[in-house]
């Protein structure tokens, strides 16, 4: 009886830790953002930035140069969004960027965050403004469309 209950601890143990493990991804996606942004309610200045998953749907954003972090919650992106490039889109409405996906081009790693406040009440103001998706890619490339666009 005992050898059961140690096999069925140890059964038990393996499994919390392979869960955990599994739950946290492997995505590492460094980028340069030419402009300021803002992440949820966190704001951060143009500069180099890693994101990184150190926890089931949370990402953690850090600027390389000053070592600035966020950790910030994010939930699966629709597939479209995994389009086999590494890249980070933005909503952009005038001179204001919020980030909204984070993708190593994986569907696997393909985040995108909750609108922010700030975002909301924006996207809320009369007359409504379109909003532009600026996608930065992890060479540096900045591509712009409109919403709705690809």
């Known amino acids: 009886m005992k050898r059961f209950l140690c096999l069925a601890a ?23 953002v030419p402009f300021p942004f803002t992440v949820e309610n966190a704001s951060f200045p143009a500069g180099e930035y890693e994101v990184t ?35 980070v889109v933005f ?7 919020f980030l909204s996906v984070v993708s190593d081009g994986s569907r696997q790693s393909t985040y995108r965050f909750h609108m922010s ?12 403004p379109q909003p532009k998706v600026v996608s930065v890619l992890v060479n540096g490339t900045v591509q712009t469309a409109n919403a709705g666009q690809k």
């Not at 140890?10 to 340069?32: P, V, W, Y």
């Not at 909503?91 to 960027?97: F, V």
Request: net charge positive; with cysteine.
């Open 10 to 32: 140890a059964t038990i143990a393996i499994c919390l830790i392979a869960t955990a493990t599994n739950a946290q991804s492997s995505l590492r996606l460094r980028f340069q």
């Open 91 to 97: 909503h952009r409405y005038g001179s204001e960027y």
């Open 117 to 128: 406040k700030e975002e909301r009440r924006i996207a809320d103001a009369s007359p409504r």
């Open 53 to 87: 998953m150190p926890a089931n749907k949370i990402l953690e954003l850090r600027n390389l140069t000053d070592q600035a972090a966020a950790f910030e919650p994010a939930l699966p992106a629709r597939w479209k969004e995994a389009d086999g490039r590494g890249k």
